[in-house]
């Protein structure tokens, strides 16, 4: 029988007193292993934003004073789409289910990005620590019972029985006050050491506790995620105060993750990044402290030949963030600290309110508004020129990578992407979401978590972590010789550790060219909750207490109706694989500055802007048909009569880029009427 506990702590012993020994000594018995290795799939699952709330009341009010808890009103069998309510348990089983039934078999790790506890919305029923770990301890229970390994498999092992690596991170809701996380060792680095336990390699076990980062080696050998805690570049997070200070606990994060990228690319690896609040950074609302932002895109630049992606959650809302390297301060990249006041540039710190529709779409108009102003790939432009039959225009290139010098060369190295999920939480539809990566060149077998857990052992010696230790006393020190120094002269720039440029013979990372680990695409699920909780309810102009959404305006059921919901399932909302609005051949960051362009409206290409007459009556054809099977009625004149109308002014899908991103951003929730008027396509 295998026990990692004891193969661990005696390979670790040994390693330290007979290193020679040690190596000869087989972590794991090899015959045995055979047998249990698990294959590559080349898929991953992220899921973010459950929120489960287990006061959630089927038929209750979903208004502010209800909050789905109390009152009497549509909140559906397995949740309120499109409100601000929480999900239901029913809602959480039924998405473990699904992944267990269509899911658990062809994934390689998940990857889940926080918010796993029910907001703090309810003044009737405020939250405790208590109930937050408990919420906790729920999700990781769901993922112990779909990912457990077979009981007739051998093991003696309680403590870790995963199949496939899972990878948490912490949510600006799954601690108490909500957004407000201390410095570390506290009360919640300890307590989810405790509850992710089966999550946490044992050798981060020490970094967690320093403050709730750690990473996983999800394909040993080749592919690491690492599990960022975000809440320290959090804005909301008034218990710190950004990444300049070395006191600082985003600080201590950033230095870590350099650390640990600069040891990945040492070892030939790849790492995907991962966090809960994203790095959003528009003229009106930035998510995280410039300071934190400046240095972490400098990170991301200057370890891109080792970074696949960056994945985040929080926002609800299914986007994407490109970041632009030149808006790095020249300071920051000459490795000073800066200590300039950047809120001046008027942006305001993310609201301790949920992120709702109202803000969503102020984001995402300034998002786009934004990426007018990327620069375009000078090799398109000719590709399209030349395709016209026209000449060159701009000044004659002397090597390929001329051709696209303002986007930082061929594969656009000067900026990077975040990949935003939308949430399960129904404040539009339920989701999740499965990347696909090239898996092209990895051994597709490979041992199972336990055993990966070991060799993970093997590789990280009681040294490194004495190494990074080390590293942290000095600093300490350093911060104390600063204060004294800076008691007798005004403070000077603060210098810290650039981190290494890849070396001038790398190739380009997996973010950049297609090659193994390159996410290929993406599948977007989606519940309809309006369908599957199958309630008709009658219209009541006179219910105007209900908040604006799907429900507006809708009459209770009597007090003894029963929910009949039908089966739950999640569907493809769309893969970008086969997507021919979004037409991305791959995830790489030239793919997605493509798209961000054509969002924009900056050089659309003639399929973004024209539809024929033939294929616009096929469109609305077609949403005629889904309206007909839905509802079963349609109302063809108001169809008809919009259309005569829409011909003088511009079509609704007058760009279909940014009409078909704001319609997915929106998880499919909103009428095309309402798109059309709030978003100008
Ligand atoms: C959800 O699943 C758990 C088992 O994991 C079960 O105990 C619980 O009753 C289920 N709740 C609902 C509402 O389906
Ligand atoms: C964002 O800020 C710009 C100016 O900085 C302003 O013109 C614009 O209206 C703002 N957008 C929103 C949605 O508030
Ligand atoms: C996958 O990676 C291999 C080599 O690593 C490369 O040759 C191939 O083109 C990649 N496939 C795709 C679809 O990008
Ligand atoms: C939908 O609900 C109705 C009652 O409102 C019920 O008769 C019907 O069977 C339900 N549909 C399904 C597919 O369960
Ligand atoms: C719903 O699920 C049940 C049990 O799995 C199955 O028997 C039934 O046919 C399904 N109904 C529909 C409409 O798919
Ligand atoms: C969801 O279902 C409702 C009711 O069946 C339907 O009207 C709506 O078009 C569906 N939406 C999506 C995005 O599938």
Redesign the pocket.
């Known amino acids: 029988m295998f026990c990692w506990r004891a193969s661990i702590v005696s390979a670790l012993v040994l390693a330290a007193l007979e290193p020679a020994r040690a190596s000869q000594e087989p972590l794991v018995d090899n015959g045995a292993s055979i047998t249990k290795r698990r294959q590559l799939h080349g898929r991953f699952l992220q899921v973010t934003d459950f929120h489960p709330d287990p006061f959630y009341k089927v038929y209750s009010s979903i208004d502010e004073t209800g909050a789905c808890h109390r009152g009497h009103g549509p909140a559906g069998y397995y949740g309120a789409e499109t409100s601000d309510c929480d999900s239901p348990i029913s809602l959480v089983n039924a998405t473990f289910d699904w992944i267990r039934d269509e899911l658990k078999d062809s994934i390689d790790f998940v990857i889940w990005t926080g918010d796993s506890a029910r907001h703090d919305n309810d003044e009737k029923i405020p939250r405790n620590v208590q109930q937050v770990t408990q919420l906790n301890q729920l999700l990781v229970d769901k993922f112990y019972e779909v990912f457990a390994k077979n009981q007739d498999e051998p093991d003696d092992d309680p403590t870790n029985d995963l199949v496939v690596p899972v990878i948490p991170t912490f949510g600006n809701n799954d601690i108490l006050p909500h957004n407000i996380f201390e410095r570390g060792p506290n009360l919640w680095t300890r307590r989810y050491l405790d509850i992710w336990r089966p999550f946490i390699p044992e050798v981060q076990k020490h970094s967690f506790d320093q403050g709730g980062w750690f990473y996983v080696e999800a394909i040993p050998n080749h592919l690491a995620v690492v599990s960022l805690n975000s809440l320290y570049f959090f804005n909301s997070n008034s218990a710190v105060d950004g990444c300049a200070a070395k006191s600082e606990p985003g600080y201590r994060q950033l230095d870590w993750l350099r650390i640990q990228l600069q040891y990945l690319r040492d070892r030939n690896m790849k790492a995907i990044i991962t966090g809960h609040v994203p790095p959003a950074r528009?003229?009106?609302k930035s998510n995280w402290d410039e300071t934190c932002w400046q240095k972490y895109t400098l990170w991301m630049h200057q370890y891109r030949d080792v970074i696949v992606a960056t994945l985040y959650g929080h926002m609800n809302t299914d986007h994407f963030i490109v970041q632009d390297f030149e808006e790095v301060d020249q300071d920051v990249v000459d490795g000073y600290e800066i200590i300039k006041n950047y809120n001046n540039r008027?942006m305001v710190a993310a609201a301790d309110q949920q992120f709702g529709i109202q803000s969503a779409t102020?984001?995402l108009?300034?998002l786009r508004k934004s990426w007018t102003k990327l620069p375009k790939p000078q090799a398109d432009e000719d590709a399209e020129a030349l395709k016209k039959g026209k000449k060159h225009k701009g000044k004659k290139p002397h090597g390929p990578d001329d051709y696209d010098a303002e986007i930082g060369g061929r594969y656009a190295e000067r900026f990077s992407i975040s990949h935003v999920s939308p949430s399960v939480v129904p404040n539009y539809f339920p989701t999740i979401r499965v990347y696909e990566y090239n898996i092209t060149g990895l051994d597709k077998k490979l041992p199972r978590t336990n055993e990966h857990i070991s060799e993970l052992y093997a590789t990280e010696t009681p040294e490194d972590e004495r190494n990074f230790e080390e590293d942290m006393i000095a600093e300490d020190e350093d911060l104390e010789a600063e204060r004294k120094k800076k008691k007798k002269k005004k403070p000077k720039k603060h210098r810290f550790t650039v981190p290494k440029p890849p070396s001038k013979s790398a190739p380009p990372g997996p973010a950049y060219s297609p090659q193994s680990l390159t996410l290929l695409g993406f599948v977007q699920y989606y519940a309809n909750l309006t369908r599957i909780n199958n309630d008709s309810f009658e219209d009541d102009a006179e219910q105007q207490r209900w908040k604006d959404g799907k429900h507006h305006g809708k009459k209770p059921f009597d007090e003894d109706h029963k929910p009949h919901p039908t089966n739950f399932t999640y569907e493809v909302l769309y893969d970008t694989r086969s997507d021919k609005v979004y037409d991305l051949e791959d995830l790489t960051t030239r793919s997605y500055l493509r798209l961000a362009q054509r969002i924009a409206g900056m050089k659309p290409r003639k399929s973004d802007v024209q539809m024929s007459e033939a294929g616009l009556e096929e469109l609305e054809a077609d949403e005629a048909f889904n309206a007909d099977e839905d509802q079963g009625h349609v109302d063809i004149t108001k169809k008809k009569h919009k259309k005569k109308g829409d011909k003088k002014k511009k079509s609704p899908k007058g760009n279909k880029p940014w009409y078909t991103f704001v319609r997915r951003a929106f998880v499919d929730t909103l009428e095309p009427d309402d798109i059309e008027e709030e978003f100008g396509v």
């Open positions: 528009t003229a009106n008027g102020s984001y108009k300034d």
